[in-house]
């Protein structure tokens, strides 16, 4: 069977690229390795700035809002800070998921989860063979066939939503490089409700983690406790997590459904899109360095290559390049000084912490980039010439932790 668009992999990237693709009368195949409703291993954290990416309403899904978060520098004492408005919604990725992969076959997209992505082939028959997938759109180049499981389907277009371990790209050629980070999570349960005192703030426990931080996130009936860290570090995530646990007050014993997974951070610049075929969300490596956020991106990059896919469509593009020209200008930018930040930040968190407890205009900074009302580039204005120092002493840093990893390899390696 031919389609306009074949979309592989319905997280959040794939299935909102799907459902605007189809709401525009795209004919689109959305593919799915595992049968729905499932889990991801993900803090399921959906911050203001990610919602403001989608246009669907969430509430659905959503078991909390957070209008505050206590923060904790090395599991040490903590301070808590609220703000007047909500700064992040909390979803459990099973649900979430499985709302926008219906929203996307209520708008016309052909829903086959199980169905997993086996083989990719670009342009086959030499690109010969034209199509209109069926839809009113005018004949383009068939410009894949995609082999499952099950079938065999050609397109015009292939979005390669797959996630962080994802086939398409390589299959594609697309080989996108990544800086590689992972993160662990596991739940804490409650029988009936969890603890008032989590209902609306989230903790973050910074400074004692390579590069990343550790979490507890409040559900409906489960507190979600997570760490995260660059993957050389990988080693030290467990017992981190027992000792978040410890900290918080709940024992370790406790916590079900124990998972980990890897956070791709692309190299700027690298490719994510050729011909026929694009990568969003994390399979084009589009996650916060800083953050770990990875649904906002995965919106926002869903978001632009359906707009890439529709002007292939219409006649008005050659192929899906536009796409990559599109997160390079426009999403890549915030990325990168995200990355400048993270390097910063981890290099010597106790100042900012130490800033972030006294100061109402950082706090205030830190919520508006959440929400969305100010971004990263929007710091990097506002410091103005400071902007150098930011540079030079994020890759000082930078040079200093992988000089420290280098020297660390051969024992992290003998274990
Ligand atoms: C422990 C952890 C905690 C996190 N917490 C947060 C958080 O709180 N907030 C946040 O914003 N981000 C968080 N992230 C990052 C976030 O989970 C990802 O960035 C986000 O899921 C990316 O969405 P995606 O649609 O690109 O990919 P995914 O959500 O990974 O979806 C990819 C889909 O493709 C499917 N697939 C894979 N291979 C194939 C195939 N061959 N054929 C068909 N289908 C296939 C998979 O089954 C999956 O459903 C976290 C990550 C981790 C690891």
């Known amino acids: 069977m031919t389609y306009d668009v074949i979309v592989a992999g319905a997280g959040p ?15 689109v195949l959305l593919l799915e390795r595992h049968a729905f409703p499932r889990d ?25 809002t957070i209008y505050g978060v206590r923060f904790s520098l090395r599991l040490g004492p903590g301070f808590q800070r609220r703000f007047r408005a909500p700064l992040s919604y909390m979803t459990q990725r099973c649900r979430l998921d499985a709302f926008l992969a219906e929203r996307a076959a209520e708008a016309g997209a052909a829903f086959h989860d199980g169905e997993a992505v086996r083989e990719v082939d670009v342009h086959p028959n030499g690109g010969s063979g034209f199509s209109n997938g069926g839809s009113g759109f005018s004949l383009t180049p068939v410009g894949v066939a995609v082999r499952t499981d099950r079938d065999t389907y050609t397109a015009s277009i292939l979005i390669g939503a797959d996630g962080a371990n994802g086939l398409v790209g390589r299959a594609a050629g697309l080989r996108p490089d990544f800086e590689e980070a992972v993160a662990l999570e596991a739940n804490v349960p409650f029988a009936h409700d969890i603890p008032d005192a989590w209902k609306e703030y989230v903790a973050l426990d910074v400074g004692g983690l390579a590069g990343g931080y550790g979490w507890v996130f409040p559900k409906g009936q489960h507190l979600n406790v997570g760490v995260g860290a660059w993957k050389y570090a990988a080693f030290t995530l467990r017992p ?7 900290r918080y007050g709940f024992d370790p014993a406790r916590l079900e459904d124990l998972r980990g997974h890897h956070l791709p951070v692309r190299v700027p610049g690298t490719p994510i899109a050729s011909g026929p075929v694009a990568l969003v969300g994390d399979a084009a490596g589009l996650v916060d360095p800083l953050s770990g956020e990875g649904i906002h991106m995965a919106f926002a990059s869903g978001r632009l290559a359906a707009a890439s896919a529709l002007a292939v469509l219409s006649g008005a593009a050659p192929d899906m390049l536009a796409y990559q020209r599109a997160v390079d200008r426009r999403l890549q930018p915030e990325l990168t000084v995200s990355r400048k930040l993270q390097e910063l930040f981890n290099f010597a968190p106790p100042p900012y912490v130490a800033v972030m407890r006294r100061s109402e205009k950082f706090w205030l900074f830190f919520c508006h980039l959440i929400r969305g009302e100010l971004t990263y580039l929007d710091f990097v204005r506002l410091i103005g010439p400071l902007r150098l120092a930011v540079d030079f002493f994020a890759a000082a840093a930078q040079r200093r932790r992988l000089a420290k990893v280098a020297a660390l390899a ?3 390696r003998g274990g």
């Open 13 to 27: 990237a794939g299935s909102t690229a799907a459902r605007l693709l189809a709401g525009r009368g795209a004919s």
């Open 40 to 64: 991801k291993p993900c803090g399921g954290g959906v911050t203001l700035r990610a919602a403001a990416a989608q246009d669907l309403d969430l509430s659905p899904v959503v078991e909390r």
């Open 240 to 246: 981190k997590l027992a000792r978040l646990c410890r």
């Open 410 to 412: 051969p024992l992290i």
